[in-house]
């Protein structure tokens, strides 16, 4: 189900960031996108939010929705796992890999980085993701948490990209 559009309100924690807060802000991004929600993800971004995902250019959130809206129609059983790599004041380097399947059944891990810079109110005006995809046989996968009860969110005692080596 997705969620209603809201107003922007503060998405806090708000910049300047510590390394905690910068660890707790990238656990809440990292959990909404687990759910595969565009509206949910879309409202931790400013309303005129500027991306680069690949070749594809979404600007403000109504783009956003539109483009991720199309992302998990492609990439079923999607699963995310983000990682801190750096942060300063009101930005974020992360880390990540995902896990999805395309229509035929092919597994893939897209492997990544994100530079994120936030507004005052702890919003994302900018994110700039470079991302590669790597064929991967189902026996090689290594994110196998539910969808339910939690809406995707990775358990907390589900081992990190650094713990599994990616």
């Known amino acids: ?64 929705v539109d483009f991720l809206t199309r992302k998990w129609a492609r990439e079923n059983d999607y699963r995310l796992i983000k990682e801190l790599w750096a942060f300063a004041d009101n930005r974020i380097a992360v880390r990540f890999a995902y896990e999805w399947h395309d229509s035929a059944g092919q597994w893939f891990r897209s492997y990544g980085n994100e530079n994120w810079e936030f507004d005052e109110h702890g919003l994302m005006r900018l994110r700039f993701a470079s991302i590669n995809d790597l064929e991967i046989a189902a026996a090689d996968r290594k994110y196998h948490w539910p969808r339910e009860p939690n809406n995707g969110r990775r358990p907390d005692n589900h081992p990190g990209l650094s713990e599994l080596g990616l």
């Open 1 to 64: 189900m997705t969620t209603s559009p809201q107003p922007s309100v503060p998405r806090p924690p708000l910049p300047p960031f510590t390394r905690e807060t910068a660890i707790q802000k990238i656990r809440l991004a990292e959990d909404a996108w687990n759910s595969r929600d565009p509206v949910r993800v879309s409202l931790a971004y400013t309303e005129d939010s500027r991306w680069r995902n690949r070749a594809e250019f979404p600007i403000g959130r109504a783009e956003i």
